[in-house]
């Protein structure tokens, strides 16, 4: 047996031709076969790394997502007191109601760049007909931090603190920003870990109108 490179090596390789005998009996050369056989088997290894890539991106992504608030979370109910001393329910509220929370800290640059999308929002669902709507900051500072912030950047919807960590957990309050869309049993209808800019204000407000679940991870920062 030997190896032969023609005009086609330029596209395809080298081809292995038969001894004489071997191509007398055969009626013929596989010189070509190899090659396209080559071929077929780098196409099918390009496409099944292709899919497996896939494959591993999504498993990451829902690794990730498991850690954030995402569809399917059912997150339990506390009571806290606003900063304005009002005792407020977080996680469950009348029939077809629905929460907003926006957990943030202080030194977070996202949750700056967040801040006019929230207070957008707040705006809107304080609006007739939005009555059955709560939206409430939940801020990962101290009280006196979070104090300041609340009063040097004019936020106007309620804002309150977890309980304890454990509370702070269960809600995966793991990182800042966050943007939560509860309905009336707890069960997370929408979540978004990043900033909120731009259009995602309108996939918050589908989810709070429709129910829509949702979800997506874009840059966080860690919660202190």
Same mark, same amino acid.
């Given at each position: 047996?030997?190896?032969?490179?023609?005009?086609?090596?330029?596209?395809i390789?080298?081809?292995?031709?038969?001894?004489?005998?071997?191509?007398?009996?055969?009626?013929?050369?596989?010189?070509?076969?190899?090659?396209?056989?080559?071929?077929?088997?780098?196409v099918?290894?390009?496409?099944?790394?292709?899919?497996?890539s896939?494959?591993?991106?999504?498993?990451?992504?829902?690794?990730?997502?498991?850690?954030f608030?995402?569809?399917?979370?059912?997150?339990?109910?506390?009571?806290?007191?606003?900063?304005?001393g009002? %005792?407020?329910?977080?996680?469950?509220?009348?029939?077809?109601?629905?929460?907003?929370?926006?957990?943030?800290?202080?030194?977070?640059?996202y949750?700056?760049?967040?801040?006019?999308?929230?207070?957008?929002?707040?705006?809107?669902?304080?609006?007739?007909?939005?009555?059955?709507?709560? /939206?409430?900051?939940?801020?990962?500072?101290?009280?006196s931090?979070?104090?300041?912030?609340?009063?040097?950047?004019?936020?106007?919807?309620?804002?309150?603190?977890?309980?304890?960590?454990?509370?702070?957990?269960?809600?995966?309050?793991?990182?800042?920003?966050?943007?939560?869309?509860?309905?009336?049993?707890?069960?997370?209808?929408?979540?978004?870990?990043?900033?909120?800019?731009?259009?995602?204000?309108? %996939?918050?407000?589908?989810?709070?109108?429709?129910?829509?679940?949702?979800?997506?991870? /874009?840059?966080?920062?860690?919660?202190s």
């Amino acid at each position: 047996m030997i190896w032969s490179c023609g005009r086609a090596a330029e596209t395809i390789g080298c081809g292995v031709m038969l001894p004489d005998f071997a191509r007398r009996l055969g009626g013929g050369t596989v010189r070509g076969f190899v090659p396209a056989a080559l071929l077929a088997a780098l196409v099918l290894v390009g496409v099944l790394g292709v899919k497996n890539s896939r494959l591993e991106r999504e498993v990451r992504r829902e690794r990730v997502q498991e850690k954030f608030p995402h569809p399917g979370m059912v997150v339990p109910a506390f009571r806290a007191a606003t900063l304005a001393g009002d %005792s407020v329910t977080i996680g469950t509220t009348v029939p077809g109601g629905r929460q907003v929370l926006f957990y943030f800290n202080s030194s977070c640059p996202y949750c700056l760049q967040s801040l006019q999308a929230w207070k957008t929002i707040a705006t809107r669902l304080r609006a007739p007909g939005s009555s059955e709507v709560g /939206v409430f900051g939940i801020s990962l500072d101290s009280v006196s931090a979070t104090v300041r912030y609340v009063a040097a950047h004019g936020l106007d919807f309620p804002v309150l603190r977890f309980p304890n960590g454990k509370t702070a957990a269960m809600y995966r309050a793991i990182g800042v920003p966050i943007t939560v869309v509860l309905n009336d049993d707890g069960d997370v209808l929408y979540g978004r870990a990043g900033a909120l800019i731009g259009s995602a204000v309108d %996939s918050v407000m589908a989810a709070v109108r429709e129910g829509k679940p949702d979800s997506l991870i /874009v840059a966080t920062r860690r919660g202190s």
